[in-house]
């Protein structure tokens, strides 16, 4: 499973972006599809994830309500949009793939690149 993410860059506060994930090397009936970020000199934490059979959804509390997790089957992509975006949110995304868990980092199997999300007050 290759997991490729896009779609990072610098918004103000307020504003919006929408990350993506291009996964290969399916199939992924199986698995849940996640996004985490990292802030400099934290933990990487968990933010979204998605079932890629039946859609169920999951989001910690900090992003509920302004981000959403999708998913497109035939382009075998993942987009998380954010919305409403503070400085708070600013952090390395990365998308990963797991067989087990929704929430749980360690149970995450496959991991792509990082995308930058930078928030300017």
């Known amino acids: 499973v290759q997991l490729q993410a896009s779609g990072g860059g610098l918004v103000q506060a307020g504003g919006s972006l929408r990350l993506s994930c291009a996964a290969s090397g399916g199939p992924f009936s199986r698995y849940v599809l996640g996004w985490f970020r990292q802030a400099p000199g934290k933990d990487r934490d968990f933010v979204a994830a998605?079932?890629?059979?039946?859609?169920?959804?999951m989001y910690a509390d900090s992003v509920k309500g302004r981000f959403t997790i999708s998913k497109d089957n035939a382009k075998n992509t993942v987009y998380l949009q954010m919305n409403s975006l503070k400085p708070e949110d600013a952090a390395v995304y990365y998308c990963?793939?797991?067989?087990?868990?929704?929430?749980?980092?360690?149970?995450?199997?496959?991991w792509g690149q990082g995308t930058q999300v930078t928030v300017s007050s």
């Open positions: 998605i079932g890629w059979s039946g859609g169920y959804t």
């Open positions: 990963a793939a797991s067989r087990e868990s929704y929430s749980n980092r360690g149970q995450y199997e496959y």
